[in-house]
């Protein structure tokens, strides 16, 4: 079954820390790939996408992600992370010939302690 | 531009009523898509539609209905409520397959 799942179900860090969320997808076909963050209270908003080319994607607010397709994971990046970064992280997959569905990840809740 | 928007933002229903929950897109969107979000679990697609006059099943679509009268608009309804439909719902829409999707603000559904 096609399925996305997200290792690091909540991660406390202080500012400045490095960060790095696992994701991997469960099929080997041509895949879209995304990194959503949702702020508390907030709806969900796209940090960045990976569709083809350079494996390595730089999104908004110095978040980058690596598409590593011999280990079918798509992990979410940043060098040193700001209280403002608290906020629940998604990985999202459109599988090729799934009518654009998105598939997400359980989630992964991100705590920046000042 | 209001990009995608929901309502209602709240609601509290009893158990065994309906409702409907309004998505309006301003971007021309052809795909539109129903979520629920619920702790632990990520968002579920609900129902999603390819087209205007077009719906279709998602993930977890038991208990509920939709319509896509107008291209703007996703309708999403609960005939009989229950409290397994508690739950944050997102609407998003698309402009084309396997794009990224926009995000409404959500509908916070309680059930009692």
């Known amino acids: 079954a096609q399925s996305v799942s997200q290792h690091n179900h909540h991660v406390i860090l202080s500012e400045a820390a490095s960060l790095e969320l696992g994701c991997n997808y469960s099929y080997g076909g041509t895949v879209n790939l995304f990194w959503y963050v949702q702020y508390p209270g907030q709806h969900l908003q796209l940090l960045l996408k990976y569709f083809s080319g350079d494996p390595l994607v730089k999104g908004i607010k110095g978040f980058e992600a690596e598409f590593i397709k011999s280990k079918f994971s798509f992990n979410l990046r940043k060098p040193s992370v700001q209280w403002s970064d608290t906020a629940e992280y998604f990985c999202?997959?459109?599988?090729?010939?799934?009518?654009?569905?998105?598939?997400f990840g359980q989630g992964t809740t991100l705590q920046v302690k000042p | 531009n209001a990009g995608v928007t929901q309502t209602p933002k709240f609601r509290v229903l009893k158990t065994g009523q309906s409702m409907t929950l309004l998505c309006a897109q301003d971007?021309?969107?052809?795909?539109m898509y129903w979520y629920r979000q619920d702790p632990g679990m990520g968002l579920r697609l609900i129902h999603y539609?390819?087209?205007?006059?077009?719906?279709a099943k998602g993930e977890v679509p038991d208990g509920y209905n939709v319509s896509r009268l107008k291209k703007q608009n996703f309708l999403l309804g609960l005939e009989s409520a229950a409290p397994s439909q508690t739950s944050v719902y997102f609407c998003a829409s698309s402009s084309a397959l396997g794009l990224g999707q926009y995000f409404g603000p959500g509908t916070r559904l309680t059930v009692l």
């Open positions: 999202a997959v459109i599988y090729s010939g799934n009518t654009g569905k998105l598939i």
């Open positions: 971007m021309n969107h052809e795909y």
């Open positions: 539609s390819v087209g205007e006059g077009t719906t």
